[in-house]
């Protein structure tokens, strides 16, 4: 009986480690293309956000009007140039969605528009909150992950004008 166990043995283990990278590879892989897709995705996210500050800042100071008035834009152009300029996304320009929403001093809802044709620089001594939503481009997980749906990445920020 133990003779034929020992013929099962096999003594010659040339090929071992190409057959067990053979297994683990596409794990090992998979995880590594994992892990870029989510510092990628972290990165965008901060990159968005810090655009939206930008952005802000300069309606704080009434730089966007400005700008607007200098080089003749519109005001969706200068939010579009403002935070799309920031923002290394392919996908910026077609799938940026801006929202804003104005609110008095007690903090009730004045007005609120998501419409293009619509926005408007902030009046002075408004409380304001500005939105932006940006389809991110899929690299590979994200479709398994979400599917048809884009991973959107999402910032907002509340602000009071200056005077």
């Given at each position: 009986?133990l003779?034929r166990?020992?013929?099962?043995?096999v003594?010659?283990?040339?090929?071992v480690?190409?057959?067990e990278?053979?297994l683990?590879a596409p794990?090992?892989?998979?995880?590594?293309?994992?892990?870029?897709e989510?510092?990628y995705?972290?990165y965008?996210?901060t990159?968005?956000?810090?655009?939206?500050e930008?952005a802000v800042?300069?309606?704080r100071?009434n730089?966007?009007?400005?700008?607007v008035?200098q080089?003749n834009?519109?005001?969706?152009?200068?939010y579009?140039?403002?935070?799309?300029g920031?923002?290394n996304?392919?996908?910026c320009?077609?799938?940026?969605?801006?929202t804003?929403?104005?609110?008095?001093?007690?903090m009730n809802?004045s007005?609120?528009t998501s419409d293009?044709?619509?926005?408007?620089?902030?009046?002075?001594?408004m409380v304001?909150?500005v939105e932006?939503?940006?389809?991110?481009?899929?690299?590979l997980?994200t479709d398994?992950?979400?599917?048809?749906q884009?991973?959107?990445l999402?910032?907002g920020?509340t602000?009071?004008t200056?005077?």
């Open positions: 009986m003779s166990i020992r013929s099962f043995i003594r010659d283990k040339d090929g480690a190409a057959i990278f053979g683990l794990a090992f892989f998979a995880l590594m293309v994992a892990i870029f989510i510092c995705f972290v965008m996210s990159a968005t956000q810090r655009a939206v930008k800042f300069d309606l100071t730089h966007a009007a400005t700008v008035q080089r834009l519109t005001v969706e152009q200068w579009r140039e403002a935070i799309c920031r923002v996304l392919s996908t320009q077609e799938t940026l969605e801006i804003i929403e104005y609110y008095d001093q007690d809802q007005w609120s293009p044709d619509q926005l408007t620089l902030a009046p002075r001594e304001m909150r932006a939503a940006v389809d991110m481009p899929s690299i997980f398994l992950l979400f599917g048809d884009a991973a959107s999402n910032s920020i602000f009071m200056e005077p």
